[in-house]
């Protein structure tokens, strides 16, 4: 009985079988506007930012920190910079974790963020609720099977992570800004995998952001089924132009299907874009492709 | 950064009043659903932390889980001898630092329950057993500056609010021998304008009183269009509908916060008027709520 009043609740709310409507015809300015007021957050809530330790490595440090995102909900985080920064106002970037339990700290975000530090951008990996340090009971064993039964396929759950996700990204930024001397117009997200679909949502609603990569994202997984509309990638995507976005996936990538999940996204984005297929299955960017996304965000975040 | 703050704020304040007069469409409406809905198949991880009997009146001091991570306390009332499926309320009390446990939520329990219905009082986030730093004082000009006046964190709140009462209606009808159809909820004063919204949210409700509500307090400045009563009241019908205020109360005037919200409410609703400032229902005012619920949950 519990299943069926949900799938009545689900039907209702005009959830259809397989959620690629908004592919085809993106809601419009009305309903995003909507959307937005949810994502809102009040920027005068103390950050209370705590550094909780440092680290040197080969010219990089990185401070692990934490600050309040929303009233209650703490936010854990790694900022990198190279240690000898200028006093100019330097240019950043968020980058989003996949979804391994690890959050942040998995292998190539930890990867990703020197690299780019090194690059001359400050970089801000936060963990995405219930990832890495905010783990909580909803998710143990962070199976995929675990995930998709628990968040990604329980529709308001996910729009409910993806919200928290929007207001941690937007606090991310306020804090780079306020607390690091950060350039605002100079801020740029990264994404990658579950975190390259947190980002086009992002990137969609906070127009603060000035370059948007997303690599090896999509519309989204092989193992989802449904999302609202407010948490689909294609009510966004087509929302960051005239920002540049590029979005790097592999031709083989069977998470993140690229007929089914990803041309069909891009599909729907706008100018400045660019695609940049690799002969990969679903993994972390290539060497090659790490220095095609240097140069891009170089170019577009200068 | 403070400016676009400000305009979000102006643009809340300038327009506080516009839904009053043109509430949105259904299709907007809709979208708000999306941002309401919640995971039924979640645990309620239902925890009983006390129990106590007074006057033919057991209350259970329950705790359950509403949406992942999120525990929502409260009490749960029920008459000592019941044994059948009862009808049953939720309680959403009013703006104090004591949540259910105020006396106005207190007085409706033990009444409810000894005349025998199951009544589950919640704490709202934010408030009673759920306090946090958000609030410590609790004044009024506290709880302005932080969440009433706080477009984004208020609509959050009220979010949660709808979430938790659809949860605490899958638990009595679940846990607590309710019977589903026959369901109502009940606000008081800051429950009551949290309660407009979760009853046209959550189409379940069978039966709607709003004691001591309005469209928003005096020293309220706006909010966003998704927490404005306005775009709720029209859309608790065909549900019946009992609306109780005070023709002297200067937390929710008459003419400005109750009349316009009132004049958006479709039939079946009643609207019961008495000569009173912001106040708790007395004995008497009870008895009608009381006469009211049996009528319309029948």
Avoid at chain 1, 83 to 104: E, R, V
Avoid at chain 2, 24 to 31: L, N, P
Avoid at chain 2, 227 to 237: D, E, K, T, V
Avoid at chain 2, 241 to 257: S, V
Wanted: charged residues 20%.
């Amino acid at each position: 009985m519990k299943r069926r009043a949900l799938a009545t609740t689900l039907l209702l709310l005009g959830l259809p079988a397989a959620a690629d409507q908004w592919l085809t015809k993106p809601v419009d300015d009305r309903t995003f506007k909507t959307y937005l007021d949810f994502f809102a957050y009040n920027r005068q809530v103390p950050f209370d930012l705590r550094v909780l330790d440092t680290e040197d490595q080969q010219g990089v440090r990185r401070e692990h920190v934490s600050f309040l995102s929303t009233p209650g909900v703490r936010v854990l985080a790694n900022l990198y910079a190279t240690a000898g920064q200028g006093p100019q106002k330097a240019a950043a970037l968020i980058l989003l974790h996949g979804g391994g339990a690890l959050g942040k700290d998995a292998p190539t975000t930890k990867v990703l963020a020197p690299l780019f530090a090194r690059a001359g951008w400050s970089v801000l990996t936060p963990d995405l609720q219930y990832f890495g340090e905010r783990p909580s009971d909803l998710l143990t064993t962070f199976s995929e099977q675990e995930k998709h039964d628990r968040l990604y396929n329980q529709p308001p759950v996910y729009l409910a992570w993806i919200t928290q996700s929007a207001k941690d990204v937007s606090r991310s930024l306020d804090l780079l800004v306020e607390q690091r001397g950060v350039d605002p117009k100079r801020i740029g997200v990264v994404g990658m995998s579950r975190g390259a679909i947190v980002a086009s949502i992002v990137a969609g609603a906070d127009r603060r952001l000035a370059a948007v990569a997303l690599l090896y994202g999509g519309h989204f997984d092989a193992l989802e089924r449904d999302h609202l509309p407010a948490a689909c990638p294609a009510n966004y995507v087509g929302r960051i132009s005239p920002r540049p976005l590029l979005m790097i996936n592999g031709i083989h990538d069977a998470d993140m299907i690229k007929d089914r999940a990803v041309a069909p996204l891009f599909n729907v984005a706008r100018q400045p874009k660019r695609i940049l297929w690799a002969e990969t299955g679903h993994q972390a960017p290539t060497e090659e492709h790490q220095a095609a996304l240097l140069q891009w965000l170089r170019e577009n975040l200068k | 950064m403070k400016r676009a703050l400000a305009c979000l704020l102006l643009a809340a304040s300038a327009f506080a009043g516009q839904w009053l007069a043109k509430p949105v469409d259904d299709r907007t409406f809709k979208t708000y659903l999306g941002f309401f809905a919640y995971d039924r198949q979640l645990p309620l991880e239902l925890k009983i932390l006390d129990v106590s009997e007074q006057d033919g009146v057991a209350r259970e001091h329950l705790s359950f889980q509403s949406t992942p991570g999120v525990r929502v306390f409260a009490y749960f009332y029920r008459p000592v001898a019941a044994l059948k499926r009862t009808p049953a309320v939720i309680l959403l009390h009013g703006g104090g630092a004591v949540g259910k446990a105020g006396a106005t939520t207190q007085a409706f329990g033990l009444t409810l329950a000894r005349l025998g219905w199951g009544v589950l009082a919640i704490d709202l986030q934010y408030f009673g057993e759920r306090s946090t730093d958000l609030l410590s004082t609790y004044t009024e000009q506290e709880k302005g500056d932080r969440l009433y006046n706080q477009p984004s964190v208020y609509l959050a709140w009220v979010g949660q609010t709808v979430k938790d009462v659809g949860r605490a209606l899958d638990l009595l009808a679940a846990e607590r021998n309710a019977d589903p159809g026959r369901i109502a909820l009940l606000g008081s004063s800051r429950g009551a304008v949290l309660g407009t919204i979760a009853a046209a949210a959550e189409r379940r409700l069978a039966a709607v009183v709003l004691s001591y509500g309005g469209h928003m307090t005096a020293w309220e400045k706006g909010h966003l269009p998704a927490a404005c009563p306005a775009n709720y009241i029209g859309r608790i019908s065909p549900r019946p509908l009992l609306m109780l205020n005070g023709t002297q109360d200067a937390t929710f005037p008459r003419d400005t916060a109750v009349l316009p919200l009132h004049k958006l409410a479709k039939n079946p609703q009643q609207t019961l008027w008495f000569d009173t400032g912001h106040a708790a229902p007395n004995e008497e005012q009870r008895a009608s709520i009381v006469k009211w619920l049996r009528e319309s949950l029948k």
